[in-house]
């Protein structure tokens, strides 16, 4: 999933997915861009946590299991904690896979691209209807943006404050 274009996932799925499903059920453009953006986003962010759990030095597992602590008690009360430094440091790159929702909008048909077709197809003005677009989609990701870095700035995981 990681070594594919994102692009060509949600074409995959939308083009792919409605012959593959049984009869009668139907996924609305936007459910095939979420079904899509999910897979690739939860690569990514296994990925981190995945990193984040490597970084617990073995030393620590060694220790809680000298301790007579189970599998699941290491895991849980040793590895678990220690782990989420890791991926929490990171969470500017695990927020912007989520940005990549907004591209759904984008996708599900195009939306309001095509909205901005039409009506610069109605009054023969094309840049201010494409700036409005530009500006929407603009104002959409920097307020992710935004929430993002306060989401950052209130966990700051491991850092002195």
């Known amino acids: 999933m990681r070594g594919t274009p994102l692009l060509l996932q949600i074409l995959f799925v939308w083009l792919a997915f409605p012959s593959i499903m049984p ?7 936007f459910a095939c861009a979420a079904i899509a953006l999910s897979l690739n986003i939860g690569a990514y962010n296994t990925e981190c946590v995945r990193a984040g759990i490597l970084a ?3 030393g ?8 007579g602590l189970t599998p699941l008690q290491t895991f849980m009360d040793v590895v678990l904690p220690q782990s989420m430094r890791v991926p929490c440091r ?25 909205v901005g077709y039409r009506v610069q197809a109605e009054s023969y003005q094309p840049i201010p ?12 990701t920097t307020a992710f943006t935004t929430l993002t870095a306060a989401l950052e700035a209130q966990l700051d995981v491991g850092q002195k404050r």
């Open 60 to 67: 620590q597992v060694e220790a809680a299991r000298a301790l």
């Open 23 to 29: 009869e009668g059920i139907e996924l609305s453009d």
């Open 90 to 114: 990171r969470w500017p790159t695990t927020w912007l896979h989520w940005s990549r929702f907004l591209l759904a909008y984008a996708i599900s048909v195009v939306e309001l691209t095509m």
């Open 129 to 140: 209807v494409f700036i409005t677009i530009a500006a929407i989609y603009l104002i959409l």
């Open 56 to 58: 617990v030095p073995h």
